[in-house]
């Protein structure tokens, strides 16, 4: 079944595959479902975020993954 809604936070910045993820997803949601993300707004790794993803960053890795402009 498709979900209504995802809430991750803290996780992006742990994989190194961003665009699966987001793609991934997308595809576990409805139509209209809902995806919250919180994430650090980063632009270097750190040892609690070794794959940092900045707010422009994941903004066009969520319409690549066929979201709404956040």
């Known amino acids: ?3 209504h809604g ?3 936070a803290n ?3 742990f994989v190194r ?3 699966a993820l ?3 997803w997308r595809g576990a949601l409805r139509p209209a479902g809902r995806l919250v993300v919180v994430e650090y707004e980063l632009d270097r790794p750190l040892p609690w975020a070794p794959h940092p993803v ?3 960053a994941l903004r066009q890795l ?3 993954a066929g979201f ?3």
């Open 1 to 3: 079944p498709l979900l």
């Open 6 to 8: 995802i809430v991750a």
């Open 11 to 13: 996780v992006v910045h």
């Open 17 to 19: 595959d961003r665009a």
């Open 22 to 24: 987001l793609a991934g």
């Open 54 to 56: 900045g707010f422009s």
């Open 62 to 64: 969520a319409e690549a």
């Open 68 to 70: 709404a402009r956040p």
